[in-house]
């Protein structure tokens, strides 16, 4: 009898341990859906503004603070602003955010995503259910 016909093949196969997830102070969902609904950042200065708007994570952003980029992770969710899917491209795959943001109103990314989030109508109650343990 071949041992294929007692055991499937996943069982020779090595298991990946369970991934951890990004920490729930980290998501704001909410915020990012309001962010898709706003015009691109860049108001539209860039030649390659186009497509639909996303939620573009500043990875530089909140250095020296528990808001940043750890290692294979993502900063936290209140450090996005809204691209053009263009622009967001464009910041990714060619020139950066160091360059990038200099395109952008006031010249830095993170001072335009602090604003956003300062600006989104559901900020002061997303941090008083964060503050009370209800976002998790």
């Known amino acids: 009898m071949r041992r294929s016909s007692?055991?499937?093949?996943?069982?020779?196969?090595r298991r990946k341990p369970p991934r951890a997830g990004r920490p729930a102070w980290k998501c704001c969902e909410e915020f990012k859906r309001w962010l898709r609904s706003l015009p691109c950042a860049c108001?539209?200065?860039?030649?390659?503004?186009?497509?639909?708007?996303?939620?573009?994570?500043?990875d530089h952003a909140g250095k020296g603070t528990a808001d940043a980029k750890g290692l294979s992770s993502k900063v936290s969710d209140r450090?996005?602003?809204?691209?053009?899917?263009?622009?967001?491209?464009?910041?990714?795959?060619?020139?950066?955010?160091?360059?990038?943001?200099?395109?952008?109103?006031?010249?830095?990314a993170e001072a335009l995503a602090t604003e956003y989030w300062n600006a989104w109508p559901g900020r002061v109650e997303w941090e008083r259910q964060f503050a009370r343990g209800e976002v998790a």
Do not use: Y
């Open 6 to 13: 007692i055991l499937p093949r996943s069982a020779f196969q």
């Open 43 to 58: 108001q539209g200065k860039n030649e390659c503004c186009s497509g639909p708007v996303q939620a573009a994570h500043v």
């Open 79 to 108: 450090f996005c602003v809204p691209l053009s899917m263009g622009c967001h491209q464009h910041q990714t795959d060619v020139i950066g955010w160091s360059e990038f943001e200099m395109t952008l109103p006031g010249g830095s």
